[in-house]
């Protein structure tokens, strides 16, 4: 934007109605000041104003106020105008956009009000003008930096949103592979469980009734030596987990579960019988039985430790 400049001498204007020290007055402010009649024709103004219009003084004076305005603009103006000359009332502060001598557009502000007469009759308007194109520009410029700060954000958020879309997609699928791997490996721990519990049941029920039939047989000593090592070894394969298998699955009656029940309260085999109404010889029995069936037979383990460790 041109800089607004004061005129030269040539550009001074004629002498006008105004006094002396009204003229000096207007000449010292900052903003430029005009008059114009009730047609809209300048009749006075200060240096400021012919700066910000573009027009040397000479030319200013007299000319229509609408020649430095587009029609439309022009319009506005003067319903402007007609408002303060209808209620004799100062207008608020209002813009709008001039043309200058060298077809530049720039933007101004006005608070214009009425001159009467001595006889109180409207003879025409004052008007206080500010330049504020620089203003415009200025505002002009941070909305567009606001609108694409703004356009900006949304994108950014819109992508973040996918983002956040993709990232739920994914934690979904591994919450269900999670959820299906949980699945496979309770089923191999069951699996796994009743394999345990079969092979001890089978070499429990099976195996081991069949070599103490065998070593009653009338073998040798040999031949007895062999199947004792059959047996130990046939323990060494099922102890490491027999010991995690509650005494119910080794195939235990009833009344066995019972008497193992008391004997890892601490009772006696007396105690015993005459908690169940049974003889001693009989308790005796059933305990060796379980300890048979517990894999403990012939071994120097207390039969009531052993049954506490058994979960």
């Not at 934690?171 to 592979?177: Q, V, Y």
Request: aromatic content about 6%; overall charge positive; some cysteine.
């Amino acid at each position: 934007m041109a800089e607004t400049k004061s005129p030269g001498k040539a550009d001074r204007w004629p002498e006008l109605k105004p006094a002396e020290d009204y003229r000096t007055i207007l000449e010292s402010i900052q903003d430029g000041y005009c008059e114009t009649d009730l047609s809209g024709k300048f009749t006075f103004f200060n240096h400021y104003f012919t700066g910000i219009m573009g027009y040397p003084a000479a030319e200013l004076l007299g000319m229509e106020s609408r020649k430095i305005m587009d029609a439309e603009t022009a319009k506005e103006v003067f319903r402007s105008f007609r408002d303060i000359y209808k209620t004799g009332r100062p207008s608020r502060k209002f813009d709008y956009e001039i043309i200058c001598k060298d077809a530049t557009r720039r933007q101004i502000e006005v608070s214009a009000s009425l001159i009467q007469g001595d006889d109180g009759k409207p003879i025409g308007f004052r008007s206080i003008v500010r330049d504020i194109t620089d203003r415009k520009k200025a505002e002009a410029e941070l909305r567009q930096a606001r609108d694409e700060l703004e356009q900006r954000v949304a994108q950014r958020t819109a992508e973040l949103a996918r983002i956040n879309e993709a990232l739920e997609a994914k934690r979904i699928k591994l919450e269900e592979a999670n959820i299906a791997l949980n699945i496979l490996l309770k089923k191999k721990d069951e699996n796994k469980a009743e394999l345990e519990q079969n092979l001890l049941f089978s070499v429990q029920e099976l195996v081991i009734p069949v070599l103490d039939k065998l070593r009653m047989s009338g073998l040798d000593q040999r031949q007895k030596a062999y199947a004792g090592v059959m047996e130990s070894n046939l323990n060494d394969i099922i102890s490491p987990f027999a010991h995690a298998l509650s005494y119910r699955y080794f195939n235990l009656t009833p009344m066995e579960i019972q008497i193992a029940n008391l004997v890892k309260q601490g009772k006696s085999t007396k105690e015993i019988a005459l908690l169940l109404t049974l003889s001693a010889k009989t308790v005796e029995t059933h305990r060796r039985n379980i300890r048979r069936k517990i894999n403990i037979r012939k071994r120097k383990v207390n039969l009531r430790t052993h049954l506490q460790s058994i979960q």
